[in-house]
């Protein structure tokens, strides 16, 4: 259950800019965690959130050209270190092109976080879901999901410690 929290300024993008940067958003956000965005049940657990700053500051004032924020967030042992790179370099290009121009192509105005949620503490549903939960979702086969997590979170936790 992929989510992102994109922190747009109203008005930085032309409105069906903006739609169709939040659909890539959710390209983006599939497949930097492994499933295959054109999946119609990975697609439709993806969410992207679109929160409206009320005001950005940088060095202490109002900035003239717009600042995003996104907050992609994966259950545990999805990401390594090449999905992590791949999502803030795609994720920054996507709002780049999305402005058209309208603004210099300044990469520092955006800003990503990607993060992991640990195993254990994704609710949704009225429950908890671990990775094994979501993975059999997707595969359609609770053995393979259970499998799939076993791995990835094998590979995390040992790289870890």
Known sequence: MPRLDAYIPEGALTAE?????????????????GADPRDP??????????HRPAKVFRAGAAHEAPIYRFEPRVPEGQYDEERRRAMVEEITAAVLDAERGAYDRDALRIWVFPTEVPEGSWGAAGRVWRLADIAGLIFGDREKGRAFAEKRLGVRRSSVG
Request: hydrophobic letters at 50%; charged letters at 25%; aromatic letters at 8%.
């Open 17 to 33: 800019a903006e739609d169709e940067l939040l659909s890539t958003l959710t390209d983006i956000l599939l497949r930097n965690e």
């Open 41 to 50: 049940t990975a697609r439709s657990i993806a969410f992207v959130w679109l």
